[in-house]
C-alpha cells in the first residue's frame, strides 16, 4: 500500500500526461485477476466489477439513481420545513446556524467514510452511512428544541478488542478528526451567535468560542505534521495542482450556495407571497435543472474528452450571470418568472461545474484505488465551504434584516420588532399590501441582497479554480477493471 501511495504524484506537463494516458492499452488479462495488492474494500469492488453481467450493472446504476432520488427528497422537503422548525423555537435568524455542524462534522468524517469503503467495503460504507442518516431524520421528528435538531443534522481479525480500538483509532486518525471538527466548528459557531449574546463580541461565551477554535486548529496542524501515524488529509494528492484546483472550485460551489440560499425559502414565502409549497418548486428548479444538464454536460465530455473549457466558458459566467440577474429580481415588485429565469440559469451551470468538478479530480487520479479519497477530499472542501457561507449568511442577515425592519416597520409594530424578527409564521401572518408586509418584504430584498453579492464575490476563488485544472483528456483513460459501462 505505501508503495503504491508513493507512485502518486503531481505532473505539470499536461501533454505527456495525455500522451500517456492515449497510450494505456487495455490488458485482458489482468482485467480478469482482482488486484491483491490495494485494500480489501477495493478488492471486494474489482471483483465484482469484473464477474458481473450487463444486466446487474444496469441494476447498479438504477439503484444508484433511486439513492439520489431519496436524498434529494429528504433534502428538499427538510429544507423547505427548517425555517418553521427554527421559527417554533422563535430563533428563526439561526435558520443556518443548525447545519454548519453537520457540515463540518459531515466534511471531515468524509475521509474516515472513504477508508471505511477502502478498508471493509462498499456495501459496508453505504450500510453505515444509511443508519446514521436513519438516526438523524428519527432525532429531528422528535427533537424539542434547536440544539436536539442541529445535532440530528450530523451527516454522516486475530487481535484484543484494544487493539482492534487503539489500531482502528490511529487509521482513521480519531485525534485529528475531533481536533480538527471542534476547532472550525468553534470558530466559526460565534459569527451566528453573538447577535444573541448581551454583550455581542464582548460576551465570555463568544470570546470562549474564538478562542478555543484557534488553539484546537493550531493544535490539528501541530498533531498532524509532527505525532499523527496516519495523516487525516491526504496531503500528497492537493500537490497536484488539479486536485487542489477540483477542490477550490467544490469550495467555491457550496459556500457561494449556502450564501444565498440560507433564507431563500422564506425569501420567497415573504417577498413573492408563495406557498410553501411553490416556494420549494422553485427551490428545486435549482436540483431538478442541475441533474438534466449534467446529463448533457456528462454527454459532451464523452464526445470531446475534454472538461476544463465547458467549466471556464460556459459553467462560471452563466453562474455569475445568474446571480447578478438574481440581484436585481431580488425586490417585491418583481415578477417570480424572472427569479426562476435566474434559478434555471443557475441550475444549468451548477450541472456543468459539478460534474467537470468531479471528472477532473478523478482524471487526475491514477488508479481506482485513490477515488474514494479524492471525492473524499473534494466533499471535505465543499462541506468546509458549506460551514463557512452558512456562517456568513447568517451573520449578514442578523446584521441587516433587524436594523431594517426598525427602519421599515410602522411605529405602532417597533415592541413586536424582536417577535416579527425571530419568527417566519409572524412574518406570513401580516395580509399582503398591508404597511407591515411591505416593510417586512422591502427589509427581506435588502437582506438577500447582501447574501446574493456575498454569494457572487467569491467566485473570484471559482475562476481561479478552474484556471488551475489541467486540461486533462478523459476519452481513452483506463482505471477500473471490468466492466464499469
Not at 431563500?264 to 408563495?274: C, E, I, K, M
Not at 415592541?415 to 412574518?427: A, D, G, R, V
Request: one cysteine or more; hydrophobic letters at 50%.
Amino acid at each position: 500500500m505505501a508503495s503504491r501511495e508513493a507512485d502518486f504524484r503531481p505532473e505539470e506537463n499536461t501533454k505527456a500526461i495525455n500522451a500517456a494516458q492515449e497510450a494505456v492499452h487495455d490488458n485482458s488479462e489482468d482485467d480478469e485477476h482482482v488486484d491483491t495488492t490495494v485494500q480489501p474494500g477495493i478488492q471486494d469492488i474489482e471483483a465484482v466489477t469484473i464477474t458481473w453481467s450487463k444486466t446487474w450493472l444496469i441494476i447498479a446504476y438504477i439503484l444508484i439513481w433511486l439513492t439520489y432520488f431519496v436524498q434529494g427528497l429528504v433534502s428538499g422537503v427538510s429544507g423547505s420545513l427548517l425555517p418553521f422548525v427554527t421559527s417554533d423555537f422563535a430563533l428563526h435568524s439561526l435558520t443556518p446556524t443548525t447545519s454548519i455542524l453537520s457540515s463540518v462534522i459531515g466534511g471531515v468524517t468524509n475521509l474516515s467514510i472513504a477508508k471505511v469503503l477502502d478498508i471493509f467495503g462498499r456495501p459496508q460504507g453505504f450500510l453505515l452511512c444509511v443508519v446514521l442518516c436513519v438516526l438523524g431524520l428519527i432525532m429531528s421528528a422528535s427533537c424539542n428544541n434547536v440544539e436536539a435538531y442541529a445535532a440530528s443534522q450530523r451527516d454522516n481479525g486475530g487481535h484484543t478488542p484494544w487493539q482492534s480500538v487503539t489500531y482502528y483509532c490511529h487509521e482513521f486518525d480519531a485525534v485529528g478528526l475531533i481536533l480538527v471538527s471542534a476547532g472550525v466548528a468553534f470558530f466559526l459557531l460565534p459569527f451566528n451567535l453573538y447577535t444573541i449574546q448581551a454583550k455581542g463580541w464582548g460576551s465570555s461565551l463568544i470570546i470562549c468560542f474564538l478562542v478555543f477554535g484557534i488553539v484546537l486548529i493550531i493544535a490539528f496542524a501541530i498533531w498532524e505534521r509532527f505525532f499523527a501515524r496516519v495523516s487525516f488529509i491526504p496531503w500528497r494528492l492537493l500537490k497536484d495542482r488539479t486536485v487542489l484546483g477540483a477542490c477550490l472550485l467544490s469550495f467555491t460551489l457550496f459556500i457561494s450556495y449556502a450564501c444565498w440560499a440560507s433564507y431563500f425559502t422564506s425569501f420567497l414565502q415573504v417577498v413573492n407571497n408563495l406557498t410553501i409549497t411553490n416556494a420549494s418548486y422553485v427551490m428545486q428548479t435549482y436540483t431538478v435543472g442541475g441533474v438534466i444538464f449534467s446529463l448533457i454536460t456528462g454527454s459532451v465530455i464523452s464526445y470531446t474528452g475534454r472538461y476544463k473549457p465547458i467549466a471556464l466558458y460556459f459553467g462560471v459566467p452563466l453562474t455569475v450571470l445568474g446571480m447578478g440577474l438574481l440581484i436585481y429580481f431580488r425586490q417585491p415588485d418583481q415578477n417570480i418568472g424572472y427569479i426562476v429565469m435566474c434559478m434555471i440559469f443557475l441550475s444549468f451551470a451548477e450541472g456543468v461545474l459539478v460534474i467537470c468538478d468531479e471528472i477532473a479530480i478523478m482524471a487526475a487520479a491514477a488508479e481506482q484505488q485513490y477515488f474514494a479519497v479524492s471525492l473524499a477530499v473534494l466533499g471535505l472542501f465543499g462541506n468546509i465551504g458549506s460551514a463557512i457561507g452558512l456562517t456568513i449568511s447568517a451573520a449578514i442577515w442578523q446584521g441587516i434584516l433587524p436594523k431594517k425592519l426598525a427602519e421599515y416597520l410602522p411605529a405602532v409594530d417597533q415592541e413586536n420588532l424582536l417577535l416579527i424578527y425571530e419568527s417566519l409564521p409572524t412574518q406570513l401572518a401580516f395580509p399582503v399590501g398591508s404597511p407591515e408586509r411591505l416593510a417586512i418584504q422591502h427589509a427581506y430584498g435588502d437582506a438577500q441582497r447582501g447574501l446574493l453579492i456575498a454569494g457572487t464575490a467569491v467566485w473570484a476563488i471559482g475562476i481561479l479554480a478552474v484556471l488551475m485544472l489541467r486540461d486533462i483528456k478523459v476519452i481513452g483513460i483506463k482505471q477500473t477493471k471490468g466492466q464499469v459501462a
